[in-house]
């Protein structure tokens, strides 16, 4: 069965930075490659939406307009987890933050991604 766990969710301020890991189980290294791995989150009263995807080697990277220049997404296939460094981080960031995993092309559309993890959440607040 696949699965994937998100952690380093928690309280900051605005303006900190957290990282947060995916890691996978039940891929071999060599499976993983062929994953487009996603990161979405969720806040309250509002839609899920895709905030960052990386193509299975890493060689292709995107994120949404609100996090640009702000995020940064990167894979260790070796370790079957990605990572989501967020940085100068506001209160509109606050949200639970899940990844999942695509066999498709990279896309920011969750409906094209197939295992879910459960979440984190992060909050913004000072």
């Known amino acids: 069965q696949l699965q994937l766990v998100e952690s380093g969710g928690g309280l900051v301020q605005p303006g900190g930075s957290l990282r947060l890991s995916c890691a996978a189980s039940?891929?071999?290294?060599?499976?993983?490659?062929?994953?487009?791995i996603g990161w979405f989150r969720q806040a309250p009263g509002k839609e899920r939406e895709g905030v960052s995807y990386?193509?299975?080697?890493?060689?292709?990277?995107n994120y949404a307009d609100s996090v640009k220049g702000r995020f940064t997404i990167s894979r260790d296939n070796a370790k079957n987890t990605v990572y989501l460094q967020m940085n100068s981080l506001k209160p509109e960031d606050t949200a639970i933050y899940s990844c999942?995993?695509?066999?498709?092309?990279?896309?920011?559309?969750?409906?094209?991604?197939?295992?879910w993890g459960q979440g984190t959440q992060v909050t913004v607040s000072s």
């Open positions: 990386i193509t299975g080697t890493g060689d292709s990277t």
């Open positions: 999942a995993a695509s066999a498709y092309r990279g896309t920011l559309d969750s409906r094209m991604y197939d295992y």
């Open positions: 039940g891929f071999t290294s060599h499976t993983l490659q062929y994953y487009v």
